[in-house]
């Protein structure tokens, strides 16, 4: 079990808006540590898509956009596209005996 | 461009001890500032942060594998290792090196991950 809850799966047709949502703790989300989100497509590392909650690197496009709240936090994809298909992580770090950096267990986006 | 690259036995057997290197290039672990680790993602799973170490040697292990892991700097070599012992099956899986800021901050840079088996 992840401390960071996502969903499992998440589906969309092309053009539409998807969330996913993460859910921790008052040890790690609710505690304010930053959230950040990673996109990992099929065979390769995870790639960083938002940092701090609601920062984009360069080079991400705006399609995509974070936010947090109290002890969640969600990302959103608008215009969905065919090559967003892939699995998408959420991670903080959490003060717990748990661990000190949490991810979520992923959700899998099908771009239907 | 920060670049890090796995290296290590990709079939370790049962009882032993898992090693890998990541070789960073492009950045110097010495100057401080960065926190690297290692992450393993388990076949079909999800990713497992396993510890990270500073350039000083100061390390930071996930509780549920401290017992059994050991992460060294060898800032001459700007490398950085990670042992596992006793390992079985199910420490089967991809490892990645990655490098996180020291507030808070993502990972930015990630290895292209090896996979490690366990089988005898």
């Known amino acids: 079990q992840s401390v960071l809850t996502q969903p499992p799966s998440v589906s969309g047709a092309p053009g539409q808006r998807v969330t996913i949502s993460c859910t921790g703790s008052?040890?790690?989300?609710?505690?304010?540590?930053?959230v950040h989100w990673y996109q990992q497509l099929p065979g390769t590392a995870p790639k960083l898509l938002i940092y701090?909650?609601?920062n984009r690197p360069s080079g991400v496009p705006d399609r995509f956009s974070g936010s947090k709240s109290g002890t969640s936090a969600s990302l959103a994809i608008t215009g969905l596209q065919a090559e967003d298909e892939a699995d998408y992580y959420c991670?903080?770090?959490?003060?717990?005996?748990?661990?000190?950096?949490?991810f979520g267990g992923g959700t899998k986006l099908t771009v239907l | 461009q920060v670049q890090l690259q796995e290296s290590g036995p990709g079939l370790v057997k049962p009882s032993q001890t898992l090693s890998l290197t990541c070789t960073v290039s492009g950045g110097s672990i010495s100057s401080g500032g960065y926190y690297w680790s290692w992450i393993r993602q388990h076949p079909g799973k999800g990713l497992e942060w396993i510890g990270y170490?500073?350039?000083?040697?100061?390390?930071y292990y996930n509780p549920s594998l401290k017992s059994r892991v050991t992460i060294s700097v060898d800032t001459s070599k700007n490398q950085f290792s990670l042992k596992l012992s006793s390992v079985t099956a199910a420490d089967t899986a991809v490892y990645y090196c990655?490098?996180?800021?020291?507030?808070?901050?993502?990972?930015?840079?990630w290895g292209q991950g090896t996979l490690v088996t366990v089988s005898s």
């Open positions: 008052s040890s790690n989300i609710g505690a304010g540590y930053d």
């Open positions: 170490i500073y350039y000083s040697g100061s390390t």
């Open positions: 701090g909650n609601s």
């Open positions: 990655a490098r996180t800021g020291t507030n808070d901050e993502p990972y930015d840079y």
């Open positions: 991670q903080s770090y959490d003060s717990s005996l748990s661990a000190f950096v949490v």
